[in-house]
T-cell receptor
Framework: RKEVEQDPGPFNVPEGATVAFNCTYS??????FFWYRQDCRKEPKLLMS???SGNEDGRFTAQLNRASQYISLLIRDSKLSDSATYLC???????????FGGGTRLMVKP | EAGVTQSPTHLIKTRGQQATLRCSPI?????VYWYQQALGLGLQFLLW???????NRGNFPPRFSGRQFPNYSSELNVNALELEDSALYLC?????????????FGSGTRLTVV
């Protein structure tokens, strides 16, 4: 079983739609959680951190459920520029290494 | 401020050869991380260097090795190249105190083994 699992998609949505991605992780001792965004053939970039209390950054909302070992990302009012691969990232309790999920591809169509 | 720079951007090698990839961290960052992104496998942690020492290593064979220089730049060496080593190799740097929140990735070296 992979440490971090994501539905690879692709999710094809029209502009303006709301879309949600989920991610599960296997290591209950994981300490920190993130969503990264990766455009085609580019480096990944931090989108947002994820906390149990939930956090929002504009159209993006992230949520962590430690009991279920589940992380979510909600994108409201999708834009064409949101088309990318979204990577769920988990950090173990010891160390700074990132464990990446396989990514979920989002395609926003006009 | 200059970001994380990697060289070369593309590298083509023959199976069995050695490849050397280079990374210059952001000024002031002492930690350098290497990741491999192979097609269909996602990003996988390779190596972490801090203050010239190897701090952790991912699940890769010993032919993947590296080092960090006194100026905190780093080299990744891959010996006895195999076709499946073809991938995008990403370097990231951070301040150790910043933890995973302080990562900045370079744009990567695309290695093709033929």
């Amino acid at each position: 079983r992979k440490e971090v699992e994501q539905d690879p998609g692709p999710f094809n949505v029209p502009e303006g739609a709301t879309v949600a991605f989920n991610c599960t992780y296997s290591n209950s001792a994981s300490q920190s959680f993130f969503w990264y965004r990766q455009d085609c053939r580019k480096e990944p970039k931090l989108l947002m951190s994820v906390y149990s209390s939930g956090n929002e950054d504009g159209r993006f909302t992230a949520q962590l459920n430690r009991a279920s070992q589940y992380i979510s990302l909600l994108i409201r009012d999708s834009k064409l520029s949101d088309s990318a691969t979204y990577l769920c990232v988990v950090v173990p309790r010891a160390g700074n290494m990132l464990t990446f999920g396989g990514g979920t591809r989002l395609m926003v169509k006009p | 401020e200059a970001g994380v720079t990697q060289s070369p951007t593309h590298l083509i090698k023959t199976r069995g050869q050695q490849a050397t990839l280079r990374c210059s961290p952001i000024s002031g960052h002492t930690s350098v991380y290497w990741y491999q992104q192979a097609l269909g496998l996602g990003l996988q942690f390779l190596l972490w260097y801090d203050e010239g020492e190897e701090r952790n290593r991912g699940n890769f064979p010993p032919r993947f090795s590296g080092r960090q220089f006194p100026n905190y730049s780093s080299e990744l060496n891959v010996n006895a190249l195999e076709l499946e080593d073809s991938a995008l190799y990403l370097c990231a740097s951070s301040l150790p105190s910043a933890g995973p929140w302080g990562y900045t990735f370079g744009s990567g070296t695309r290695l093709t083994v033929v």
